[in-house]
Every structure is written in C-alpha cells, then in structure tokens.
C-alpha cells in the first residue's frame, strides 16, 4: 500500500493564503500613506484634526473603516 507522506498542496495553498491576509493587514494597520479624508492634509486644518491627530497621513486601515 502506498502512503503518502508529507503536506498535500492545499494545506500549502491555505497557509500561502494566510500569510499573505497577515501581511496586507499589518501593512494597512501600520503604513501611513493616504491622505486624511477630513483635513485633506492641509497645513492649517491638520493640526485641528482629530482622525489624523495632526499627521495629516491615516493608515489604509483607517481610511476604510471611516
């Protein structure tokens, strides 16, 4: 009888997928890179702003999530 051993390509594919959900996610939770949808980063307004708290850059995270 033949026995296969070792990890078959779909648990690969799974753990391939996975990591790479992780990774988008702690880059869109920690990259700040788009422009504050409140302030729009302008010099004046960003210091008053309470999503960017005077970034006038929000993460993609935060930009999603409202």
Not at 32 to 59: M, Q
């Amino acid at each position: 009888m033949n026995e296969k051993k070792g990890i078959s390509f779909g648990v690969i594919a799974l753990a391939l997928v996975a990591i790479i959900l992780v990774g988008f996610f702690i880059v869109a939770a920690t990259v700040e890179f788009v422009d504050c949808p409140k302030c729009h980063n302008t010099p004046l307004l960003k210091y008053l702003c309470t999503k960017c708290g005077g970034d006038g850059k929000v993460t993609i995270l935060q930009y999603l999530v409202g």
